[in-house]
């Protein structure tokens, strides 16, 4: 697909054509010229966008959250965007996504747009489609970009301190006060939910968060101190408090100039993990080529075998500078 | 043995299949059962759960950028909910997505279901092997088209 056509869809799609939305996110979730093509002319229309991370244990309630917030956000006239990063079968590398199945009764309002990302089977890795669709769905005018990931891996805790504001989901019976805020991303929250607060021990999962919040370092220490909301999803009890929290979070990364920082880093970011994907490319071509040389040489020689290594390296970055497209 | 074929494009992506129940039917068994062997099979998938609109499940083709959408229906109301489906789909500018349905069809609407455009129909007792190898094949078919609109195009 050459430039006229990539240029022909934004065109679309910046008129409301939601079918050539659909077509750019695609372009642009595995690596290549065509997501380069996309990402440069997109690029300059966005950086206005809040973008905000739901994270937490499977299980949390999560979706379903996510759906009330969306349903306020619409009542308060921003165009929502949802990310939703669903598992893969580590056996046959397919998916079944079904968190947009607690979502769909927006699927009908023009105003959202859900997207599913599997974690498994992208050639530039989850985080790098996942950022890449954050600059598509921003230069188009979503006001509110909501990515939502259990937080677990790499990739999803980049993807996580990629947004703005990130919400960490708990709910009552998790584990213990701290289970949750051991390590990850649960320890960088913005705003902590207890969700399904409807249910007994609510209050005691909300107090012990509480205490562990008071306590140092938790939170991303930028001088906010992160909020904690109950909720029920379920019975859409909070979620006015929780948008408030939101909004509120929101105008305070602007007027401290975090806002525009977070966009920085999240392009460096995203420029980083297009370039590694563009060495890893050059690097699974040289190695499948050399694979009877190097495992001949690993048969005969372990111990030099592993040098190897820096052939491998080298050939790949030859690759590279000749400008072929791996892809 | 042979490997099984593939589930990606030329370009590698992995197919992508929209699994949806429309109406008033609460019989997801069949969906959740092909759409089960579906991920099994290579594929990408995504569930949109019971009781859409056809509005809803076009839409939901339409954001997720799909290969293939595959409906189950087992109320009767099919040739209601599907000429309404293709109807969407066109309006959406999404009706080069195949579409194909499985359900308790009567074989005298087969004929009026192709006739809208749903490019097959499974009835009961069609193996998942059968499911799979069209729904793969439907896939292939639409990317291939993609590849050679996009050699066009440019």
């Not at chain 1, 290549?32 to 949390?60: D, K, Y």
């Not at chain 1, 990515?147 to 504001?165: F, L, M, R």
């Not at chain 2, 959740?32 to 998938?45: C, H, S, T």
Request: charged content about 25%; aromatic content about 4%; glycine content about 10%.
């Amino acid at each position: 697909m050459k430039a006229s056509s990539v240029d022909r869809l934004i065109e679309l799609a910046l008129e409301g054509k939601l079918r050539a939305l659909g077509r750019l996110l695609t372009l642009v979730e595995h690596p290549g010229p065509e997501a380069l093509e996309v990402l440069s002319r997109v690029a300059p229309r966005a950086g206005r966008a809040q973008v905000i991370g739901f994270t937490g244990i499977p299980g949390a309630g999560k979706s379903t959250l996510v759906s009330r917030v969306i349903t306020h956000l619409r009542r308060r006239g921003y165009k929502v965007a949802v990310l939703a990063i669903d598992p893969s079968s580590p056996y046959s590398g397919g998916s079944i996504m079904g968190d947009r199945l607690r979502m769909q009764e927006h699927a009908a309002d023009p105003g959202v747009f859900i997207r599913s990302i599997p974690t498994r089977g992208l050639k530039g890795g989850l985080s790098m489609a996942a950022l890449a669709m954050i600059e598509v769905f921003d230069a188009l005018g979503y006001d509110k970009i909501i990515i939502e990931t259990v937080g677990v891996g790499q990739s999803e805790v980049d993807v996580a301190h990629a947004a703005h504001t990130i919400v960490v989901v708990t709910m009552p019976g998790a584990g213990d006060d701290i289970q949750m805020l051991k390590a990850g991303v649960m320890e960088i929250g913005d705003i902590y939910v207890v969700n399904k607060s409807d249910k007994p021990e609510a209050n005691k999962t909300a107090a012990y968060l509480q205490f562990a919040l008071e306590k140092e370092g938790i939170g991303r220490g930028e001088g906010w101190t992160p909020r904690l909301v109950k909720t029920s999803a379920v019975m859409g009890q909070g979620i006015d408090v929780l948008v408030d929290a939101i909004e509120e979070h929101w105008r305070y990364l602007k007027d401290t100039g975090l806002a525009a920082r977070r966009v920085a880093s999240r392009r460096v970011l995203l420029t980083r993990l297009m370039a590694e994907a563009r060495l890893n490319a050059a690097l699974s071509e040289v190695l499948e080529e050399m694979r009877g040389e190097v495992e001949a040489a690993l048969e005969k020689d372990i111990s030099g075998a592993f040098t190897l290594s820096e052939v491998l390296a080298r050939r790949a970055a030859e690759r590279v500078l000749k400008g072929s497209r791996a892809g | 043995m042979s490997s099984p074929p593939s589930t990606r494009g030329p370009e590698g992506r992995r197919y992508k299949v929209l699994v949806a129940k429309m109406g008033l039917d609460g019989h997801d068994r069949g969906a959740k059962v092909v759409a089960r062997a579906l991920r099994d099979a290579g594929f990408e998938v995504i569930y949109t759960g019971l009781r859409q609109t056809p509005e809803q499940v076009a839409m939901a083709a339409v954001q997720e950028d799909v290969d293939v959408i595959g409906v189950s229906i087992l109320n009767g109301a099919h040739l209601h909910l599907m000429r309404r489906l293709m109807r969407k789909l066109e309006e959406l500018g999404a009706d080069d997505i195949p579409v194909v349905l499985g359900g308790t069809i009567p074989v005298i609407d087969i004929e009026p279901l192709k006739k809208m455009g749903v490019r097959e129909v499974f009835l009961p007792g069609t193996s998942l092997a059968e499911i799979i190898e069209k729904v793969r094949r439907l896939a292939e078919e639409k990317r291939s088209r993609e590849e050679g609109l996009a050699k066009v195009e440019g």
